[in-house]
T-cell receptor
Framework: GNSVTQMEGPVTLSEEAFLTINCTYT??????LFWYVQYPGEGLQLLLK?????DKGSNKGFEATYRKETTSFHLEKGSVQVSDSAVYFC????????????FGKGTTLSVSS | DTGVSQDPRHKITKRGQNVTFRCDPI?????LYWYRQTLGQGPEFLTY????????KSRLLSDRFSAERPKGSFSTLEIQRTEQGDSAMYLC?????????????FGEGSRLTVL
């Protein structure tokens, strides 16, 4: 079946450190890929997305590249801030009608000053 | 506020009681989803509506669960004879399926605690 696997957390970093959160997927076709973020006490928000192979999604200094050959969509940021502390979810969806977003288990990021 | 709103935000109930959650999507969004999220897990799909039609239900949605979207606007999720295993955050999301980026917009969730 279709699934998303994320690296387990928590990830604890100091401010200005480099961040990578790994995400790989298993899918029978070619899904669109997403990163959602959930800040404490808030709802899930779309962080970035990529709809086809080799696309790079970016937002707020975060980037992720859709790698079909490795079925991966790793999230990176060059210099994290305390305000980036949140739970990050990798997700996929197929573009045809009638399908739902499939999420990974989430990775908690904690950034200290 | 024009985002997705959910009510109540928190519900504590005793095992065996019925509970109902409401979701008001963004007004022009025609598709509405329900998800369940337990601690340490990602959201799990329960069901979705295209306008007022319920088009897909997950195997997670046992016969104690029922969802409606009677006029294609707000939706309700009812859980009958609640069990402790139903304790979770219930998330609603909506999306406009045409002329948009396809981004799902999530509400802040309704947290259920079954004692």
């Amino acid at each position: 079946g279709n699934s998303v696997t994320q690296m387990e957390g928590p990830v604890t970093l100091s401010e200005e450190a480099f961040l990578t959160i790994n995400c790989t997927y298993t899918a029978t076709g070619y899904p669109s890929l997403f990163w959602y973020v959930q800040y404490p006490g808030e709802g899930l928000q779309l962080l970035l997305k990529a709809t086809k192979a080799d696309d790079k999604g970016s937002n707020k200094g975060f980037e992720a590249t859709y790698r079909k050959e490795t079925t991966s969509f790793h999230l990176e940021k060059g210099s994290v801030q305390v305000s980036d502390s949140a739970v990050y979810f990798c997700a996929l969806i197929f573009n045809q009608a009638g399908t739902a977003l499939i999420f990974g288990k989430g990775t908690t990021l904690s950034v200290s000053s | 506020d024009t985002g997705v709103s959910q009510d109540p935000r928190h519900k504590i109930t005793k095992r065996g009681q019925n509970v109902t959650f409401r979701c008001d999507p963004i007004s022009e969004h025609n598709r509405l989803y329900w998800y369940r999220q337990t601690l340490g897990q990602g959201p799990e799909f329960l069901t979705y509506f295209q306008n007022e039609a319920q088009l897909e239900k997950s195997r997670l949605l046992s016969d104690r669960f029922s969802a409606e979207r009677p006029k294609g606007s707000f939706s309700t999720l009812e859980i009958q004879r609640t069990e402790q295993g139903d304790s979770a955050m219930y998330l609603c999301a909506s999306v406009k399926t045409s002329g948009s980026s396809g981004e799902l917009f999530f509400g802040e969730g309704s947290r259920l605690t079954v004692l």
